[in-house]
T-cell receptor, first 115, second 111 residues
Framework: DQQVKQNSPSLSVQEGRISILNCDYT??????FLWYKKYPAEGPTFLIS?????DKNEDGRFTVFLNKSAKHLSLHIVPSQPGDSAVYFC??????????????FGQGTTLQVKP | DAGITQSPRYKITETGRQVTLMCHQT?????MFWYRQDLGHGLRLIYY???????DKGEVPDGYVVSRSKTENFPLTLESATRSQTSVYFC??????????FGSGTRLTVV
């Protein structure tokens, strides 16, 4: 059973507009969430993270929002740029007493930003 | 150079053959991981290791074997390759309480 789900396989937005990527999770033990970005023929690279004690984390054009009651997080990119075109993976882990160090990933969302 | 490297980058093998994918990291990170990336499934965890000589199964371990005799190396072996194991494989390492760093991947085709 998929514990982390990204239900939108793809998203297309215009340059300068906001991109919103969504992610849902089912495991209530997850307490640390991350977004990774992946270009073709490269490994995923870390983008931004958020701990379950927060509901928002911002880093430049990227903001992650966490709604624990809904088990939902989202990544906002404002403004979107053509270089942001990539596959975005949501990931979650248990960092507390049961920390195994492993991340569980979603299926990924392919973002295309049109000039 | 410091980092995490995977080899080979590309591999074609026949059904039933044994294949080993290599992963090497220079940071002495405790944790190392193997993922496979498939369309519609994202990145799925195959095996992981918390330290040398400590390994554990992930979400999709069947058909794979790992070992970790040294902290810096974490090879993944397909004992008898099947077509369903055609995928892109990513190795990652992690320092405790920090994020992952991924290798560039190995594209494996089983014919």
């Amino acid at each position: 059973d998929q514990q982390v789900k990204q239900n939108s396989p793809s998203l297309s937005v215009q340059e300068g507009r906001i991109s919103i990527l969504n992610c849902d999770y089912t495991n209530s033990m997850f307490d640390y969430f991350l977004w990774y970005k992946k270009y073709p023929a490269e490994g995923p690279t870390f983008l931004i993270s958020i701990s379950s004690i927060k509901d928002k984390n911002e880093d430049g054009r990227f903001t992650v929002f966490l709604n624990k009651s809904a088990k939902h997080l989202s990544l906002h990119i404002v403004p979107s740029q053509p270089g942001d075109s990539a596959v975005y993976f949501c990931a979650a882990s248990e960092e507390g007493s049961s920390n195994t160090g492993k991340l569980i990933f979603g299926q990924g969302t392919t973002l295309q930003v049109k000039p | 150079d410091a980092g995490i490297t995977q080899s080979p980058r590309y591999k074609i093998t026949e059904t039933g053959r044994q294949v080993t994918l290599m992963c090497h990291q220079t940071w002495s990170h405790s944790y190392m991981f193997w993922y496979r990336q498939d369309l519609g499934h994202g990145l799925r965890l195959i095996y992981y290791s918390a330290a040398a000589d400590i390994t554990d199964k992930g979400e999709v371990p069947d058909g794979y074997v790992v070992s970790r005799s040294k902290t810096e190396n974490f090879p993944l072996t397909l004992e008898s390759a099947t077509r369903s194991q055609t995928s892109v494989y990513f190795c990652a390492s992690r320092k405790a309480n920090y994020g992952y760093t991924f290798g560039s991947g190995t594209r494996l085709t089983v014919v």
